[in-house]
């Protein structure tokens, strides 16, 4: 099925005038109609929701719904704040992070850890990594992995008291994290 070209349009000189019978537009009704089913059959209007944006794949041939009505290869203006989830990482001897899911994420140390090489990061993006102590404190975090880049190659140190909080921001070349951090927010 594809979209209607401008040859399948129905005529109109059979409708347009008093005169004019439905038997002699017949075939024109019966023409807009199909064309009408074919682009119900195009658009398949089940799968969208108030608001969405189609774009037209020409490759598929075929109008495609685009999630969360932003076309991502223009200038956008918000009217309203933009921001990623903030999510909530595992404790553990080695703190996993994928950054496909945790752009914006937190730890509260519960022991000495060690920050793990994190996965699926993509070139221009930054990332935040909040580190909490719990409340006894005193915990380290190793930011030693080769992929965490830090000024200096001089790895910081997360503030150490009860409830104290870190802040890491990284941007991302695809390969690499390079990060700074700030500390001490209690």
């Given at each position: 099925?594809?979209?209607?070209?401008?040859?399948?349009?129905?005529?109109?000189?059979?409708?347009?005038?008093?005169?004019?019978?439905?038997?002699g537009?017949?075939?024109?009704?019966?023409?807009?109609?199909s064309?009408?089913?074919?682009?119900?059959d195009?658009?398949d209007?089940s799968?969208?929701?108030?608001?969405d944006?189609?774009?037209y794949?020409s490759?598929s041939?075929?109008?495609?719904?685009?999630?969360n009505?932003?076309?991502?290869?223009?200038?956008?203006?918000?009217?309203?704040?933009?921001?990623f989830?903030?999510?909530?990482?595992?404790?553990?001897?080695?703190?996993?992070w994928?950054?496909?899911?945790?752009q914006?994420?937190?730890?509260t140390l519960?022991?000495?850890?060690?920050?793990?090489?994190?996965?699926?990061?993509?070139?221009?993006?930054?990332?935040?990594?909040?580190?909490?102590?719990?409340?006894?404190?005193?915990?380290?975090?190793?930011?030693s992995?080769?992929l965490?880049?830090f000024?200096?190659?001089?790895?910081?140190?997360?503030?150490?008291g009860?409830?104290?909080?870190s802040?890491?921001s990284?941007?991302?070349?695809?390969s690499?994290?390079?990060g700074?951090?700030?500390?001490?927010?209690?």
């Amino acid at each position: 099925m594809a979209w209607p070209s401008t040859s399948d349009k129905a005529a109109t000189t059979t409708t347009d005038a008093p005169s004019d019978t439905i038997s002699g537009a017949r075939s024109d009704i019966n023409a807009t109609i199909s064309n009408v089913n074919d682009i119900i059959d195009f658009i398949d209007p089940s799968s969208i929701a108030n608001g969405d944006i189609l774009v037209y794949n020409s490759s598929s041939g075929a109008l495609e719904r685009k999630d969360n009505n932003a076309v991502t290869d223009e200038a956008q203006t918000y009217s309203r704040t933009q921001n990623f989830a903030q999510t909530t990482l595992t404790d553990a001897s080695t703190i996993a992070w994928d950054l496909s899911q945790n752009q914006v994420a937190q730890v509260t140390l519960g022991d000495n850890r060690v920050l793990g090489a994190a996965t699926n990061q993509t070139a221009g993006a930054t990332y935040i990594l909040i580190v909490k102590q719990d409340g006894t404190g005193g915990r380290t975090l190793d930011v030693s992995n080769s992929l965490y880049k830090f000024p200096g190659g001089v790895e910081p140190v997360v503030a150490n008291g009860a409830n104290d909080v870190s802040i890491f921001s990284f941007v991302s070349d695809g390969s690499n994290l390079f990060g700074n951090m700030l500390a001490d927010f209690s």
